[in-house]
């Protein structure tokens, strides 16, 4: 029973695009909702293991956001999300920031703001643009060395 438990009320961790590791508390109803700000994620579970984010948000008070929210009926009903699951962060320019990492890398369905439309599309936040790029420069690197090296 405690795994059960703890599979379904303990905690999850999403990756950014980034690489960086985010630690989110799965909640299932209201009550289990904390006090305080953060980021928000509406999950869809299928088949007890694999988890669709449908809809990645941040908040200034959870209580007040996430209770009264005008896309959890639409994610809800409509998309069938199970769960929510959300982390706290107290600065708001690092909710902007793992917000949009989250997004770039999971493209959630509800989510239409922050999904990148094309490859060369730089993140807004100057942190995740500078990781971006260096990222885009060792792909380059390694395809062009890489390349060169079997011939």
Same mark, same amino acid.
Request: aromatic fraction near 16%.
């Given at each position: 029973?405690?795994?059960?438990?703890?599979?379904?009320?303990?905690?999850?961790?999403?990756?950014?695009?980034?690489?960086?590791?985010?630690?989110?508390k799965i909640t299932l109803?209201?009550?289990?909702?904390?006090?305080?700000?953060?980021?928000?994620?509406?999950?869809?579970?299928?088949?007890?293991?694999?988890?669709?984010?449908?809809?990645?948000?941040?908040?200034?008070?959870?209580?007040?956001?996430?209770?009264?929210?005008?896309?959890? /009926?639409?994610?809800? /009903?409509?998309?069938?999300?199970?769960?929510?699951?959300?982390?706290i962060v107290r600065k708001a320019a690092?909710?902007?920031?793992?917000?949009?990492?989250?997004?770039?890398?999971?493209?959630?369905?509800?989510?239409?703001?922050?999904?990148?439309?094309?490859?060369?599309?730089?993140?807004?936040?100057?942190?995740?643009?500078?990781?971006?790029?260096?990222?885009?420069?060792?792909?380059?690197?390694?395809?062009?060395?890489?390349?060169?090296?079997?011939?």
């Amino acid at each position: 029973m405690f795994l059960f438990q703890w599979f379904l009320f303990g905690w999850h961790v999403w990756r950014g695009e980034t690489g960086q590791r985010y630690r989110f508390k799965i909640t299932l109803t209201r009550k289990g909702i904390p006090d305080g700000s953060g980021i928000y994620i509406f999950v869809r579970r299928r088949f007890g293991f694999f988890l669709e984010p449908l809809y990645i948000g941040k908040a200034t008070d959870f209580r007040s956001r996430l209770n009264g929210h005008e896309r959890w /009926w639409e994610a809800w /009903w409509k998309r069938g999300a199970t769960e929510r699951h959300v982390l706290i962060v107290r600065k708001a320019a690092e909710r902007a920031r793992i917000e949009e990492d989250l997004i770039r890398r999971h493209h959630p369905r509800m989510n239409d703001m922050l999904v990148p439309r094309h490859a060369l599309d730089l993140p807004s936040n100057a942190r995740l643009r500078a990781e971006w790029r260096f990222r885009q420069w060792l792909k380059n690197i390694f395809r062009f060395g890489g390349g060169n090296r079997m011939a």
